[in-house]
């Protein structure tokens, strides 16, 4: 019985990765990185206009600071213009094959049990969170019943600071993004993303590394901003306080020289949009 249950199982694996590799797929997945570039630049452009406003509203002007800086904010731009639904469509599509590659290989990928084998699945699990998380919300906006991130965040935060071990669990999840924040801050510095990208280019390769290092190190220091916000909410017992990437541009801004703070991480989220346009062409899929 445990023979035959696991010559299925091996089977079945072999059938997703049949599926994972097959050119279609490898399409959509490309499809997902275009997609998701797409989202980053907007953030880094709702940023920007947010530290721009904050500035200009310091030394007396109106500043422009209506709606949110953050996934939401972003899908909620691209509905709102011609052809969005489409677009949306494109990005749901696309990042949801991401998603299912990158739980192909967590589950069926890596063929010895070492610690760096299991450590790759389960960066490969992660990456299928995120992206599964952008999948949803496009789709839910493309069928009108977008929600802000925010909000779902403190609802998240509050329903977790309710039940027994909240706080810890909260702490748990801080600590997680805290984590995944100083990683990709890792991987820019360290260029590590290399590994995942066939070798571009000579006239390519400088701007893609400019790229790929400015975006990673901003989005690091965003979701870890992201996660000291949720670890403050569980020590304050305060959902409030645990909020996504909208809080923290919010908290960048509030510091001392946050409004050019908040634009350079701005443009940072640009350039990993940008990237992501590159990644699109040159990851190894």
């Known amino acids: ?7 299925t199982a091996r089977e079945t694996g072999r059938q997703a990765r049949r599926v994972a590799d097959s050119r279609w797929f490898e399409l959509t997945a490309r499809a997902g990185f275009v997609g998701s570039g797409v989202v980053h630049l907007l953030i880094g452009y709702l940023a920007i206009l947010l530290g721009i406003g904050n500035a200009a509203a310091g030394s007396g002007s109106q500043g422009s600071q209506s709606g949110e800086t ?22 749901a599509v696309g990042t949801a094959a991401l ?20 450590l790759a699945r389960a960066k490969n699990a992660a990456k299928a969170v995120v992206y599964g998380a952008i999948a949803y919300s496009a789709g839910s906006f493309a069928l009108g019943a977008g929600k802000s ?22 702490l748990l999840v801080a600590a997680v993004a805290v984590a995944i924040g100083i990683g990709l ?15 571009p280019p000579r006239s390519v390769e400088p701007t893609l590394t400019v790229l790929a290092v400015a975006g990673y190190v901003a989005k690091g220091i965003a979701v870890t901003i992201v996660g000291v916000l949720v670890a403050v909410a569980a020590f304050r017992s305060d959902p409030d306080q645990a909020t996504g990437l909208d809080g923290a541009f919010d908290a960048l801004r509030s510091m001392p020289g946050g409004s050019v703070v908040l634009v350079v991480v701005g443009i940072g989220f640009l350039a990993f949009g940008a990237y992501s346009f590159l990644r699109a062409k040159y990851a190894k899929i």
């Open 149 to 170: 991130s925010s909000g779902s965040t403190r609802s998240a935060a509050a329903k977790a600071l309710a039940t027994p071990g909240g706080v810890f669990l909260l």
């Open 70 to 91: 953050d996934q939401s904010g972003a899908l909620a731009q691209i509905a709102a213009v011609p052809g969005g639904i489409v677009l949306l469509w494109v990005v």
């Open 1 to 7: 019985m445990n023979t035959s249950a696991e010559a």
């Open 185 to 199: 801050v890792v991987i820019g510095i360290r260029r590590s993303y290399r590994k995942q990208l066939v070798t």
């Open 99 to 118: 998603c299912l590659r990158l739980v192909i290989e967590a589950v069926v990928g890596g063929r010895t049990d070492s610690a760096r084998a299991w």
